[in-house]
């Protein structure tokens, strides 16, 4: 699972998010930013309103939460996901002895993004791909 600094830092780059059931995501907030929730439709549900879409809360007893806006929520993609967010982006995915390593095309250049984790990496190469379309 990546960081939620990382994936602060992709919401921040322009990706955004649409919940779908299966979703991982943190409330927003200072205190409360450390329970992972998963997109549900016995947990926690997307409902989609004029006003925006709402995830609520179904039978939750941690805590009297009924719903929160998803503007208020920070997805955080799972490793599939970043890695169909690269599309043709994506080249390789390798193993060194102490990270994973995605090499990626940005600005026309092959690149490689190092983390721990495979998905961090993933998240390092969309990153880099958000900001390069964007610049």
Not at 22 to 36: E, H, L, T
Not at 121 to 133: E, K, N, P, T, V
Request: proline fraction near 4%.
């Amino acid at each position: 699972m990546i960081t939620v600094a990382l994936a602060a830092a992709l919401r921040d780059a322009g990706l955004r998010w649409h919940p779908t059931t299966g979703d991982r995501f943190v409330i927003d907030k200072p205190g409360v930013d450390d329970d992972v929730y998963t997109v549900s439709e016995m947990t926690v549900e997307r409902h989609d309103y004029p006003s925006g879409t709402v995830l609520g809360f179904n039978g939750t007893t941690e805590w009297a939460l009924d719903s929160v806006d998803a503007a208020e929520s920070l997805w955080l993609p799972r490793e599939d996901q970043l890695r169909e967010l690269l599309g043709s982006a994506f080249v390789s995915l390798t193993r060194t002895t102490s990270d994973f390593v995605v090499t990626a095309v940005v600005d026309g250049e092959q690149r490689e993004f190092g983390a721990p984790d495979a998905a961090d990496a993933y998240g390092g190469a969309l990153h880099a791909l958000i900001r390069a379309a964007l610049d």
